[in-house]
């Protein structure tokens, strides 16, 4: 077994049902075992005793990984992403994006339907915000969008999103229609869209040489977990974060919160203070994020300051 098998196997071993606290701290202590030990093949190569004393590994954790061959079909696996056109990236491979190194808990796997943008890091604005936008809302996360392409393959900015419906989608239409690249990060495996309404959107995203991604195995349902999870990878993809219209308990403020953590910029489209929908943002403006009403602030905060 190679460390890029280990993680697909890891990876699958996570996403069985009935463990709860596996799953909500999703990789994260499989990430430290692998960091201790210095790398994900020799995780298989350790028993239930040593297993379990490393942080959050319990006794039926220990017994998955050790018996992994009754639970995981990692050929099964292998194919059916090989037959949709699905790379799958690990944390120990070479193509793996080095931003998401940087997260505290790094997705063990990468489905990439298409192609990942090479310098996303440098040159990539996430664009996130509410699911029921305000029409001016949807006009905002266009018109950033467009901006942000208008330079073409050579010259613009990539844009990054979760593919959800509201802002997520206005800002993915609007850079594949202005002919540029974006991205979209899933919460749900490859094989299992969500939602199902961008089905056609995704496919142009990856005709126009953008990527479709998602940290889940290929026939991975939707959850709630599953959604807010991807959020990380959203800004760990991203130079830097943009919030259009977010409540105060947006998934969008995950995104913004995780840029922070990283280091990144975080913008927000500042509003009324009595509208619900720009709580969120005017939260972030409060708590040290920039105010912005175009994409040129943008681009002259990160490039000409930098």
Not at 100 to 107: E, G
Not at 169 to 176: D, E, G, K, M, R
Request: aromatic content about 4%; overall charge positive; some cysteine.
């Amino acid at each position: 077994m190679n460390d890029h098998e280990a993680c697909i196997i890891l990876n699958l071993l996570i996403g069985l049902g009935g463990l709860s606290a596996w799953k909500k701290n999703r990789g994260l202590y499989i990430n430290k075992l692998i960091d201790a030990i210095g790398n994900a093949s020799s995780v298989f190569e350790l028993d239930a005793a040593t297993l379990c004393r490393a942080e959050g590994i319990r006794a039926e954790h220990a017994d998955l990984i050790c018996r992994w061959r009754e639970f995981v079909d990692l050929d099964r696996e292998l194919k059916t992403a090989e037959d949709e056109g699905v790379t799958i990236l690990c944390r120990s491979d070479t193509g793996y994006p080095s931003s998401l190194r940087k997260l505290a808990n790094p997705p063990l796997c990468l489905y990439v339907r298409g192609r990942l943008p090479s310098g996303i890091a440098g040159r990539s604005v996430a664009i996130v915000g509410t699911r029921t936008p305000s029409d001016s809302g949807v006009r905002m996360a266009r018109r950033f969008s467009e901006a942000a392409s208008r330079d073409g393959w050579s010259h613009g900015w990539i844009t990054v999103s979760g593919l959800a419906l509201g802002i997520d989608t206005a800002a993915h239409l609007a850079s594949v229609e202005a002919g540029g690249r974006t991205v979209a990060v899933l919460g749900s495996g490859m094989n299992k869209l969500y939602p199902p309404e961008n089905l056609e959107l995704a496919r142009a995203i990856v005709r126009t040489g953008g990527a479709v991604v998602s940290e889940y195995p290929m026939n991975t349902q939707t959850t709630r977990s599953t959604l807010a999870r991807r959020n990380r990878i959203i800004a760990g993809l991203a130079r830097c974060t943009l919030v259009i219209e977010a409540g105060a308990k947006s998934g969008a403020l995950i995104t913004a919160t995780t840029a922070q953590e990283l280091g990144c910029r975080v913008f927000a489209v500042p509003g009324d203070e009595g509208n619900p929908l720009a709580a969120g943002c005017n939260k972030l403006i409060r708590q040290g994020a920039t105010p912005v009403t175009q994409f040129e602030s943008i681009f002259a905060e990160i490039m000409i300051k930098a």
